[in-house]
């Protein structure tokens, strides 16, 4: 299982495809790991593909302290990732928080970001979408099996038209664990505390705009769920004015799009043929 190992002595888990293309690192949302883009693979056959799981997500290592679940311990993370592969530069394609981790990223190393998707994510986080993770963050679910919890997502899940019911099965298994009390989340419980101490839904949420309009000089490229309760229709238009960026709404998608819809596809290709071809 290949592994490096952090800074502060953690282990973490990563796939690299290898290859001389240009290269990608994925990097998923809040709870999730490196199987958010096996959908979108298919897309990324031009690049280098590397895929990590944060700490305490997957099969990565949890940290014994959990205040280390924060955007710039994990961008320090995907930095040394790259320094144990030998690599000066990557493009982000981030997904909701791999998306601020590319934007703080540009801040604190902006000479190893190569170009940035944002996959239903940008410089304004929605508070009402971030009010319903924090109700589910850290909590074991309540279904007992993965037939169950698939049929809940398929007919709970809003704004997901046209789901098929294997793909909400193939999604209950890449986030959830079988055991013979039910079914367990895949990482630490303890990233709800990091959550909550450093996140407040009620105050100020921080300018973010200026870390975006860093970036304007890279390739850049963002996908956008029609549906979506976390990266507003408003947000995503101004980020097209801020441009010049790449973009695609995706019909009957939430939060996050899946990455193999047809126009995501489009967008993910062109994308990475805007990108530099690894020296």
Known sequence: MPTFQTS????????????????????????????????????????????????????SDWAED???????REARDALELLDHLGLAQAAILGTSRGGLI???LGQIAPDRL??????????VIETSGLEIILVFIGRNPIWKTMDEAAEAFGTRIMGF???????????????????????????????????????????EQPDLWPLFDALKDLP????????????????????????PILAAEIPNRGHVPFLDEPDAVAILRDWIAQLEPRP
Not at 47 to 59: E, N
Not at 66 to 72: A, E
Request: glycine share 10%; with cysteine; charged share 25%.
């Open 8 to 59: 502060d002595g953690l282990s973490l888990y990563f796939e690299d495809t290898g290859g001389d293309g240009p290269v990608v690192l994925c990097l998923a949302g809040l709870t999730r790991n490196s199987t958010d883009f096996d959908y979108a693979l298919p897309a990324l056959t031009n690049a280098r593909v590397i895929r990590l799981d944060y700490r305490g997500r997957g099969k």
């Open 66 to 72: 959990f205040m280390t679940y924060n955007v710039d």
């Open 102 to 104: 590319a934007m703080h």
């Open 114 to 123: 190569s170009g940035v998707c944002f996959n239903d994510v940008g410089p």
């Open 161 to 203: 038209d046209g789901v098929p019911a294997s793909r909400w099965r193939e999604e209950v298994e890449k986030h959830f664990i079988e055991t013979p009390d039910g079914l367990a989340i895949n990482y630490d419980p303890k990233l709800r505390n990091a959550t909550l101490a450093t996140f407040d839904p009620r105050a």
């Open 220 to 243: 850049l490229a963002v996908i956008r769920g029609a549906n979506s309760d976390i990266l507003s229709a408003e947000t995503y238009a101004e980020m097209q004015e801020r441009g």
